[in-house]
């Protein structure tokens, strides 16, 4: 299967000559790596085409994010040319590590983007006929800085080192249509490669242009010419990524971007189709589209709309529908479940509104209590209402968030229809998150138990029985990742980790129901108490941050600040740096992921019991070796499940008591009642930190003051999680400790989406 370095080295000159005019002596960094990339994309023509040509039924993926991260060493890795791009690198004074500079394909938020790209992965792996569409957003998630520990953000650049591994389909474009503007959709295709099988799927990711060529005369000119502007606005559509996650921010641009998603990519579905000569009525045995969270939904009344163009009954096209749709659900947050205004979407899109009014009707006629079931009411369009009342199957992203959506959420919808309700836990690809990332903890399981678990994540059980002996290799491969983790962090943060204090972590996106807020917290009272005395001997630890606030998001911006002003102070504190440093990484993305999973030895999951949906970070952790610091929320509970509690370190509040504690919560007794916890909390307000904007004052009043203070129950949770947080970081260093680290290891298996794309791929859309 491995290719070798000599026809490689060939393929990869001869793009050289023919794209960049140079040769291996004068190409640099970039050239080499759109031409490595390109002499892959060559090699990999005829099986991209298999797939994309293939008349099986396949499962559409729509997803208003795809956060890909760096393609190239995933590519190279899945068609085994890592090796052989190496040594034609290396041969001309060049190596991998050049392609570092490489930009992230940053085209997601955070877990949800992340999930869809490592279900492709997946997908492509296990054979399953998963494509997947999308937006090419011109600038990706923000880059992010601290500026005297404030986040500023920049326009993220992407496409900087070019984009070797699309390619532009311009015969494929189609018309999309708004009330007041038409643009062209333009598919850009990027190959999905699946783990040295032959197997390629593909991404098809959308961007606008104008239907005609620009005139700058007449939009000079005005003219009172719709079609310029209609022109110039149409980039727009596709302009940047909206950087909120799980928050609905109800802007129009934003539904124009979905719209456009979701009307450019049935086209194309249904004009391949009608081309192979089938019947529309029988579009559910070539197809089915899983709609992931409610950014896509809008696909259901376009849909409606496209068959009706067609010829079709509503009925038999609501029929249809029925069986191609299929929902996941990500958040039960109400301020992430996505609502429209009605006149705000039928000005824009007046078919389309006819379809979900008619679809309101049709609900209506079932003759049920219209005060439980409504898609419209109060002139709100629910999209996730819509969602459930047309799709075929439902489904949560862990047992416990399943298990609240059909409990709590979405009650009354279970109750209608429990069996479109189903579990699908997430999952995370071993490949890019263990064999990538981690090369030489793979080696070393694969001499233990051979290759198998590369695509057979269960395998990693036959690992425990050699947990004793693997411990020294274990720990030394851990501390070559810190020493190289903490020289990168020295490098581009300025700050010095020792790495042989305990890392512990806690990266993912800033908001307040992930509690960073808490982990700072217990940070100051280790540090007071180290300093007063009352806290003895502690373990020397480096608290390790990484996370991006959405730029309107204000308490997860106050949040970042304070912890950066927490940095700060330990770390130029010097008898507590000793023992302690604090560092809020810059712009975490996917490769920092990479970099940080590998060395860290805790894993901080410590969302407020029943807000996190599933969470892919913990399993991250979990498959390169680390304990868990979590609370019983999302996919914790299964790693516990899976791992055994013992092997983790549970604290807090569990989601019946979260809903017991509300009734009569009152942070600010907590705090009087709770020295340590006071002083950690008036350093928000006493001085200890410079803040000319006064977010620390304002995050204060979340807390205590105000309407529903501390609604994350971070005070309540506080002793709870200082004291296991303690005891965990105590016994780093034991043999006990790596054995919990391994124990984690062995028992990740579940959490591979490999598992999760076959569950999809058998329960939901009944493909292979
Ligand atoms: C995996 C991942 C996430 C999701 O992390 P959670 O801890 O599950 O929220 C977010 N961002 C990046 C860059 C990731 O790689």
């Known amino acids: ?89 290396e041969k001309v004074g060049h190596s991998l590590n050049d392609f570092e500079e490489v930009e992230d394909a940053a085209l997601g938020n955070g877990g949800l983007g992340r999930l869809a790209a490592c279900y492709l992965e997946s997908a492509a792996t296990m054979g399953i006929p998963l494509d997947g569409y999308g937006i090419r957003y011109r600038y990706g998630l923000f880059r992010q800085t601290f500026v005297d520990g404030y986040q500023h953000e920049e326009g993220d650049d992407w496409l900087k080192w070019g984009d070797p591994w699309s390619v532009k389909c311009e015969r494929d474009a189609v018309i999309v249509e708004f009330a007041d503007q038409k643009v062209k959709a333009v598919p850009y295709d990027m190959p999905v490669f699946g783990y040295r099988n032959g197997v390629v799927n593909n991404l098809r990711l959308w961007s606008s242009e104008p239907v005609q060529e620009f005139d700058f005369n007449a939009f000079n000119e005005m003219k009172g010419d719709r079609t310029a502007l209609e022109n110039f606005n149409a980039t727009k559509i596709c302009d940047v990524l909206y950087p909120n996650d799980n928050t609905m921010v109800g802007k129009i641009l934003r539904l124009r971007q979905q719209y456009f998603l979701v009307s450019a990519s049935l086209q194309d579905i249904l004009r391949k189709y009608k081309a192979q000569g089938k019947k529309l009525k029988d579009l559910d045995k070539s197809y089915c589209f899983q709609l992931n969270d409610t950014h896509p939904v809008i696909a259901i009344p376009e849909l409606l709309r496209l068959l009706k163009k067609e010829g079709m009954e509503f009925e038999e096209a609501f029929g249809v529908c029925s069986k191609v749709f299929n929902f996941t659900n990500h958040t039960i947050m109400a301020e ?41 009411r109060d002139n709100v369009i629910h999209m996730a209402n819509l969602a459930i009342y047309v799709a075929a199957k439902v489904n949560g992203v862990a047992e416990i968030h399943t298990n609240i959506l059909k409990t709590d959420v979405f009650k009354n919808w279970y109750e209608l229809y429990p069996k479109k309700f189903v579990n699908v836990t997430n999952g995370i690809t071993p490949r890019r998150w263990l064999l990538l990332n981690n090369p030489e903890t793979a080696a070393l399981i694969d001499k233990y138990i051979g290759e198998a678990w590369h695509t057979d994540l269960k395998e990693l059980r036959n690992l425990r029985p050699h947990i004793p002996e693997m411990l020294p290799d274990f720990k030394r491969i851990k501390g070559e ?100 440093r604090v560092v809020f990484v810059q712009n975490y993305n996917v490769s920092y992921a990479e970099k940080i999973v590998c060395a860290a030895d805790v894993s901080e999951q410590i969302s407020m019991a029943g807000m996190e949906a599933s969470g892919t970070g913990n399993m991250k952790f979990m498959l390169n070796g680390t304990v868990t610091l979590g609370t019983l929320d999302g996919a914790n509970v299964e790693i516990c499940e899976e791992a055994g509690r013992e092997n983790n370190c549970i604290f807090g509040a569990t989601v019946e008591e979260v809903a017991a504690i509300k009734q009569f919560y009152c942070p600010r007794e907590f705090v009087e009642q709770d020295p340590a916890l006071k002083r950690a909390v008036n350093t928000l307000i006493d001085g200890t930190f410079s803040d000319d904007a006064g ?26 999680y200082v004291e296991a947080k303690e005891g965990l970081l105590h016994s780093y260093g034991t043999d006990e400790f790596y054995t919990k680290c391994l124990e984690n290891l062995c028992a990740a298996g579940k959490f591979s989406a490999d598992r999760s794309v076959t569950d999809y791929a058998r329960h939901i859309w009944k493909i292979k």
């Open 481 to 580: 990742n810190k020493k190289k983790l903490a020289a990168y962090i020295a490098e581009h943060e300025g700050v010095n980790i020792p790495p042989e204090f305990c890392f512990d972590v806690q990266v993912k996106r800033l908001h307040e129901y992930k509690r960073q807020m808490l982990n700072a917290l217990s940070i100051l009272y280790f540090y007071f108490g180290i300093k007063d005395g009352t806290v003895k001997d502690f373990p020397p630890t480096a608290f390790i941050f990484g996370a991006k606030a959405a730029p309107g998001y204000y308490n997860a911006k106050a949040i970042i600040k304070f912890i950066n002003e927490i940095a700060r102070l330990v770390n130029e504190d010097g008898e507590v740096s000793k023992v302690m």
């Open 695 to 720: 977010m620390l004052q304002k995050l204060y009043d979340s807390l205590i003051n105000g309407h529903d203070p501390d609604r994350y129950l971070v005070c309540f949770d506080f002793r709870s």
């Open 336 to 376: 992430a479940l996505e609502k429209w205004d009605a006149l705000a979407l039928s000005d824009l899109l007046p078919e389309v509104y006819e379809e979900i009014v008619a679809c309101q009707h049709r609900l209506e006629s079932e003759g049920l209590d219209t005060d439980k079931y409504y898609i419209i």
């Open 1 to 89: 299967m491995a290719i070798d370095s000599k026809k490689f080295s060939e393929s990869v000159e001869r793009v050289l000559h023919a794209d960049f005019g140079c040769d291996y002596e004068s190409a640099g960094a970039r050239e080499l790596y759109n031409a490595v990339s390109k002499a892959v994309m060559v090699q990999a023509f005829d099986a991209w085409n298999e797939g994309r040509n293939s008349q099986k039924k396949r499962c559409c993926y729509f997803s208003a994010e795809f956060l890909m991260g760096r393609s190239i060493y995933a590519n190279l890795l899945n068609l085994d040319c890592l090796e052989a791009a190496k040594k034609a690198l």
